[in-house]
């Protein structure tokens, strides 16, 4: 398997999992993969361009069409958008709904987004190490579009002490781990089915 000297969290006590520690269910919990690591979007920007190439090409194919409606009306039914500050506390189910409705407040394209998930797909076809279980494929997809749903900033001056005003900025990004990540790479995984197939045979 892999080299690992710290105890499985069953061995510690705190777990029932018998074949890895703490750090390495953590780790799974962020990427979808105990041991493997998230593709950075250096990796997945050659492998994006090639899927917006192709989609761009194909826009009229009713693979295509299907795709972009099903994730138009995933952002379409996502309700309100809700700032990353006001996240906290909500289940998964809510926060994915949230990163959709992020998106859709910044217009994001879905063909664009379309392309990001399949940029994990061709990404995983081309490692030399893929890690080939659909939950990692699902969740470096729900990564690779989270990215693109941003945070909430906020800008506000305040009198200083002294005199004068300060101009303070405060950024918030959601978190990118958990259960959040395996509803949105699930519900991205089903949009795409279609066309990743086609895609995949460039």
Request: include cysteine; hydrophobic fraction near 40%.
């Amino acid at each position: 398997m892999f080299d690992c000297k710290k105890p499985t969290r069953a061995a510690s006590g705190k777990g029932l999992n018998r074949l890895y520690c703490r750090s390495h269910e953590d780790h799974f919990q962020r990427h979808g993969s105990y041991t493997k690591k998230s593709y950075t979007a250096a990796e997945l920007s050659p492998h994006r361009a090639t899927a917006t190439a192709w989609l761009q090409a194909h826009s009229d194919d009713i693979e295509v069409r299907n795709a972009v409606d099903a994730i138009a009306s995933l952002m379409r039914r996502s309700g309100p958008a809700v700032e990353a500050f006001r996240l906290r506390g909500l289940p998964p189910e809510k926060r994915a709904k949230a990163t959709w409705a992020r998106l859709r407040q910044a217009n994001v394209d879905p063909l664009a987004i379309i392309a990001a998930a399949i940029s994990v797909v061709l990404a995983i076809k081309n490692d030399l190490q893929p890690d080939l279980h659909v939950e990692f494929r699902e969740v470096q997809m729900a990564k690779a579009v989270h990215r693109m749903a941003s945070g909430t900033h906020k800008h506000w001056e305040r009198e200083r002490t002294g005199g004068g005003r300060l101009s303070v900025l405060l950024h918030k990004f959601p978190i990118s781990r958990g259960r959040v990540l395996r509803h949105l790479g699930g519900q991205l995984h089903l949009s795409t089915e279609i066309i990743r197939a086609e895609l995949c045979s460039i």
